[in-house]
């Protein structure tokens, strides 16, 4: 891999905030509308804004990580959408770029855009909620990586999607993530979904990262999660990438790939 043409393909996605004050606005909005709905939700419950020691004190933090994982998928799929909405996406694939320089670049994107709202997320949530994040420690960087890698397999997934269907699937690159949602666990444990629902969550790795937030917030460290987790995310992200692959051979024998980048 080239880390030149790396860089370069990070700084043209992230370039294209400088100048746009409305993608820089919904790129803060929703997370922010998110976690003040949490937030005072949060506080309704626990009965008072200091009174973090009740077992709703999760929600902020399964709100916080949530976007995590929500923002990595968005960033990489809005970076190949950038270019098939300038009609750049022929220009790119017919360059030196390689297609997993341009995956490094577009998870970098995803990456770096969700620290920056993590860290926004965090400082107002310690501020005006009482509630800090890093009181988790150590602990808390494995949660997030796997986060990452469910958020970077998500992202690739949604491409090849797009390859394989066009502009017709643009709506999965928001909605994806949300298919995942009501399975994973994230504002509720596992145990409160149907059993025989539960299997299937236990196969969804933000399930294991949310059931160990849970625990993590009330000192018990739940390693288990996190290892099944990291598998988990190695084998979809093997897959996802397979996949890609597959669609992208296709989108070339049948000219997909001009259509897409001419629409």
């Given at each position: 891999m080239n880390r030149?043409?790396?860089?370069?393909?990070?700084?043209?996605?992230t370039y294209v905030y400088r100048r746009s004050w409305i993608r820089v606005l919904e790129f803060v909005f929703w997370p922010l509308m998110d976690l003040l709905v949490w937030g005072y939700l949060t506080l309704y419950l626990t009965g008072s804004p200091k009174n973090f020691s009740s077992p709703f004190q999760f929600l902020i933090g399964a709100m916080i990580l949530w976007d995590v994982l929500y923002r990595t998928q968005l960033g990489i799929t809005l970076s190949?959408?950038?270019?098939?909405?300038?009609?750049?996406?022929?220009?790119?694939?017919?360059?030196?770029?390689?297609?997993?320089?341009?995956?490094?670049?577009?998870?970098?994107?995803?990456?770096?855009?969700?620290?920056?709202?993590?860290?926004?997320?965090?400082?107002?949530?310690?501020?005006?909620f009482h509630f800090n994040l890093l009181q988790l420690g150590t602990y808390l960087l494995p949660l997030?990586?796997?986060?990452?890698?469910?958020?970077?397999?998500?992202?690739?997934?949604?491409?090849?999607f797009l390859l394989r269907w066009g502009q017709a699937a643009e709506s999965l690159a928001w909605a994806i993530p949300i298919l995942f949602q009501p399975f994973a666990a994230v504002f509720y444990p596992l145990h409160v979904l149907p059993t025989s629902i539960q299997p299937l969550s236990f196969l969804?790795?933000?399930t294991h990262v949310f059931e160990g937030l849970r625990s993590g917030l009330e000192g018990i460290y739940a390693y288990n999660h996190l290892l099944w987790a990291t598998a988990l995310n190695f084998c979809y992200l093997g897959l996802s990438f397979i996949l890609f692959k597959h669609f992208f051979s296709i989108a070339k024998e049948k000219g997909l790939l001009v259509k897409l980048g001419t629409q």
């Amino acid at each position: 891999m080239n880390r030149e043409r790396i860089i370069g393909l990070f700084l043209r996605y992230t370039y294209v905030y400088r100048r746009s004050w409305i993608r820089v606005l919904e790129f803060v909005f929703w997370p922010l509308m998110d976690l003040l709905v949490w937030g005072y939700l949060t506080l309704y419950l626990t009965g008072s804004p200091k009174n973090f020691s009740s077992p709703f004190q999760f929600l902020i933090g399964a709100m916080i990580l949530w976007d995590v994982l929500y923002r990595t998928q968005l960033g990489i799929t809005l970076s190949f959408l950038e270019d098939v909405w300038s009609k750049n996406l022929i220009n790119l694939f017919v360059s030196p770029i390689t297609i997993g320089e341009f995956f490094v670049a577009t998870i970098l994107v995803g990456i770096t855009k969700s620290l920056l709202i993590v860290g926004l997320l965090g400082t107002i949530a310690a501020l005006f909620f009482h509630f800090n994040l890093l009181q988790l420690g150590t602990y808390l960087l494995p949660l997030v990586c796997n986060l990452f890698l469910m958020g970077a397999a998500c992202g690739i997934l949604t491409i090849a999607f797009l390859l394989r269907w066009g502009q017709a699937a643009e709506s999965l690159a928001w909605a994806i993530p949300i298919l995942f949602q009501p399975f994973a666990a994230v504002f509720y444990p596992l145990h409160v979904l149907p059993t025989s629902i539960q299997p299937l969550s236990f196969l969804i790795p933000a399930t294991h990262v949310f059931e160990g937030l849970r625990s993590g917030l009330e000192g018990i460290y739940a390693y288990n999660h996190l290892l099944w987790a990291t598998a988990l995310n190695f084998c979809y992200l093997g897959l996802s990438f397979i996949l890609f692959k597959h669609f992208f051979s296709i989108a070339k024998e049948k000219g997909l790939l001009v259509k897409l980048g001419t629409q």
